[in-house]
């Protein structure tokens, strides 16, 4: 069964600096594209970043503007984005999911940024 | 990037009536090199993730009710509901994964009338 758990969320101040994890099992990590995709309070999906399965094709949001870095680490099946300069309108649920397509995700792990 | 509209933003259906969302993309999401379209449909429910419901524009997922389907080809897409259950009281969502950015519609709420 695919599982994808998120963590690192949490408050921080406007201009801070926080990094997310995905620990992913249940199938080829390796093998697949994964992808950061965010939910701020009662609005849409908005999709963050993805990186391919070997790490090598990274692509991102424009609006990020270099702020977000996408990262993974295959030998311990994971998954990262680190965030910084980090503004009250980042605040939201972050999901980590597999796939181009984003076909399983996780619960989500909630990032507030606020002074 | 590609733009997804969804219409309409709301939309209350009567219990056991037919449920419709539409979709359509700025531009044409069917790849030539594998004749597929690169749509997908997601469920959300308060407090949880999106959850896939279809995939190729008309693939269901494993373990999705048959009385949802997806249709549509290029730029127009639909989601059909054929008889509407209580737990189908969600919001709906299409997503292109043609290109990136990869991009989703802004969402349909789906009620019960």
């Known amino acids: 069964e695919v599982q994808l758990v998120e963590s690192g969320g949490g408050l921080v101040q406007p201009g801070g600096s926080l990094r997310l994890s995905c620990a992913a099992s249940g199938f080829s990590f390796s093998s697949v594209w994964m992808a950061w995709v965010r939910q701020a309070p009662g609005k849409g999906l908005e999709w963050v970043a993805n990186i391919k399965g070997d790490g090598n094709e990274k692509y991102y949001i424009d609006s990020l503007k270099g702020r977000f870095t996408i990262s993974r680490d295959n030998a311990k099946s994971s998954l990262y984005l680190e965030m910084s300069g980090l503004r009250v309108d980042d605040t939201a649920v972050y999901y980590c999911?597999?796939?181009?397509?984003?076909?399983?995700w996780g619960q989500g792990t909630l990032v507030t940024v606020s002074s | 990037d590609i733009v997804m509209t969804q219409s309409p933003d709301s939309l209350a259906v009567s219990l056991g009536e037919r449920a419709t969302i539409n979709c359509k993309s700025s531009?044409?999401?069917?790849?030539?090199?594998?004749?597929?379209?690169?749509l997908a449909w997601f469920q959300q429910k308060p407090g949880q993730p999106p959850k896939p419901l279809i995939y190729?524009?008309?693939t269901r997922e494993s373990g999705v009710p048959d009385r949802f389907s997806g249709s549509g080809s290029g730029t127009d897409f639909t989601l059909s509901i054929s008889t509407l259950q209580a737990e189908d009281v969600a919001i709906y969502y299409c997503q292109q994964y043609y290109s990136v950015p990869i991009t989703f519609g802004q969402g349909t709420r789906l009620e019960i009338k």
């Open positions: 531009q044409s999401l069917l790849s030539s090199s594998n004749n597929q379209n690169f």
């Open positions: 190729w524009a008309s």
């Open positions: 999911a597999k796939g181009f397509g984003t076909d399983r």
